[in-house]
Antibody, heavy 120, light 107 residues
Framework: QLQLQESGPGLVKPSQTLSLSCAVS??????????WSWIRQPPGKGLEWIGF???????YFNPSLKSRVSISVDRSTNQFTLHLYSVTAADTAVYFC????????????WGQGTMVTVSS | DIQMTQSPSSLSASIGDRVTITCRAS??????LNWYQQKPGEAPKLLIF???SLQTGVPSRFTGSGSGTDFTLSISSLQSEDFGTYYC?????????FGQGTRVEIK
């Protein structure tokens, strides 16, 4: 059974880079999905899609964040990683990783989420 | 970006009631519409994909319908475990976008 687990610092200083990893277990990151996504949720608010990386390596990002974000896959560790640059307090949120399977365009498996606070 | 608008923003209903949540897209998205349930402190859970297909393991009291711009999620007989916030999400184009959520409370 495929599972996802986010990891990374819970506190990041303003203007620094937020880096989170999502470990994929129970399957290969190469073949277990059409795409791997990051999605975030500010405290008490709704869901915002950040971006995804396809099996091909192509990436797509939310234009609201496009200039500050990158997502990459590490096949050797079966993980994918989010980097969000030049963070501000507005980037404080729970960050989720999620899978889009090969058979439907939806987010069918999610990590439990990790809270990241941007504060000095 | 495609805007997704849900209504109502919140509702309170009794066990056994039929509950309907609507989701409207700012342009046609065919049937590229998914529904999720999120409970406090948890990740969202996929309920319905492609507007009307039930995800494996989801109770049959959940149904989805609609196409184009107007969609509905119905719960035929509300159960105590159905509390939470429900989100629609379009997968027609990038950026993927979610509705603002509908909070369901059990009376």
């Amino acid at each position: 059974q495929l599972q996802l687990q986010e990891s990374g610092p819970g506190l990041v200083k303003p203007s620094q880079t937020l880096s989170l990893s999502c470990a994929v277990s129970g399957g290969s990151i190469i073949s277990a999905a059409k795409a791997w996504s990051w999605i975030r949720q500010p405290p008490g608010k709704g869901l915002e899609w950040i971006g995804f990386v396809f099996q091909s390596g192509n990436t797509y990002f939310n234009p609201s964040l496009k200039s500050r974000v990158s997502i990459s896959v590490d096949r050797s560790t079966n993980q994918f990683t989010l980097h969000l640059y030049s963070v501000t307090a507005a980037d404080t949120a729970v960050y989720f990783c999620a899978r889009t399977p090969n058979w439907v365009d939806a987010f069918d498996i999610w990590g439990q989420g990790t809270m990241v606070t941007v504060s000095s | 970006d495609i805007q997704m608008t849900q209504s109502p923003s919140s509702l309170s209903a009794s066990i056994g009631d039929r509950v309907t949540i609507t989701c409207r897209a700012s342009q046609s998205i065919n049937n590229f519409l998914n529904w999720y349930q999120q409970k406090p402190g948890e990740a969202p859970k996929l309920l319905i994909f492609s507007a009307s297909s039930l995800q494996t393991g989801v109770p049959s009291r959940f149904t989805g319908s609609g196409s184009g711009t107007d969609f509905t999620l119905s719960i035929s007989s509300l159960q105590s475990e159905d509390f939470g916030t429900y989100y629609c999400q379009q997968s027609f184009t990038t950026p993927r976008t979610f509705g603002q959520g509908t909070r369901v409370e059990i009376k």
